[in-house]
């Protein structure tokens, strides 16, 4: 089929997805890897000091912090509640995450940088008169979250910010993970495939520096000890049947030695008897010799 060259060279110059994130300008949206991160450190973000239904973690979620202006809002990529119900008044699943109603603050707020994004949060840019504080300027003095991490899927470069005092204070990480005593767990970097996905990863790590699992890698390594279990079970089955086999054979083995010495025995009884009977036809008793 014929087409055109002014035809050609327009579906040559037709944008592809990396040009088109969103039919909002103002809106990147949330792509596969932002989905998919959230995903991941939520389903593995199990702190041993909290029970499992008083942790929230949120992606993508609004978070109202400002109850003279409730209109207001932030929307971190990913951030964590400890102390609180993982439902709203311990029944419905959030539509929001509201301060003023909650009265409890993330502890942790993670951001993954795109370059739409970047300067904001990185706290490069300072809020608009009569508009509302920057990402940085919530997240740092009105709600105070105590860490803020960053990281970039570009470079992968893992950043840390811990609140001391009134600001937040750029972190060393040791082994590219970070210690947070609060839920006694650090998060790192973990090089892995998730969802068919090899890539870096934001992963948690307990105490002695393993990696936590999703419900999806723990059931699939327990089937996998199971099957190893299953598999030594059969060794053991067959090791103990060869066994069985050569004691066995080795009781066969005995037993026509036995057999072979009776025969013997009953062979030399049989010689001494026919060479005492001749013995006695020679007129001599062969008890006297």
Not at 165 to 182: A, C, D, H, M
Not at 238 to 263: G, L
């Amino acid at each position: 089929m014929y087409i055109p060259d002014s035809q050609s060279s327009q579906a040559k110059a037709l944008p592809t997805m990396y040009d088109l994130p969103s039919e909002d300008p103002d809106d990147t949206g949330f792509d596969e890897y932002h989905r998919w991160q959230a995903q991941l450190l939520s389903a593995s973000c199990i702190p041993p000091n909290y029970p499992v239904d008083r942790t929230f973690s949120a992606s993508d979620l609004n978070l109202y912090y400002d109850s003279n202006h409730p209109n207001w809002y932030k929307r971190p990529d990913w951030y964590l509640v400890v102390g609180v119900s993982r439902f709203y008044q311990d029944r419905d699943l959030r539509q929001s995450y509201v301060i003023w109603d909650e009265a409890v603050n993330p502890l942790i707020a993670i951001e993954f940088l795109s370059p739409s994004t970047e300067d904001e949060d990185l706290g490069l840019t300072e809020s608009e008169p009569n508009k509302p504080p920057t990402k940085w300027q919530v997240y740092e003095r009105i709600l105070r979250i105590p860490y803020y991490f960053v990281f970039s899927k570009y470079n992968n470069q893992l950043r840390v910010f811990r609140l001391i005092g009134n600001r937040y204070r750029e972190q060393v990480l040791t082994g590219s993970r970070f210690w947070i005593p609060e839920i006694q767990l650090s998060l790192g970097l973990w090089q892995g495939a998730f969802l068919q996905n090899e890539r870096l990863w934001l992963r948690w790590y307990d105490i002695n520096g393993n990696l936590i699992l999703t419900p999806e890698e723990f059931a699939r390594q327990r089937a996998q000890l199971e099957s190893q279990r299953a598999e030594l079970e059969c060794q053991r089955a067959e090791f103990e049947r060869q066994q069985a086999e050569i004691e066995r054979q080795q009781a066969e083995s005995e037993r026509q030695r036995a057999e072979s010495e009776r025969q013997r025995a009953e062979s030399e009884r049989e010689r001494a008897n026919r060479l005492a009977d001749r013995l006695r036809v020679m007129g001599i008793n062969p008890d006297e010799l």
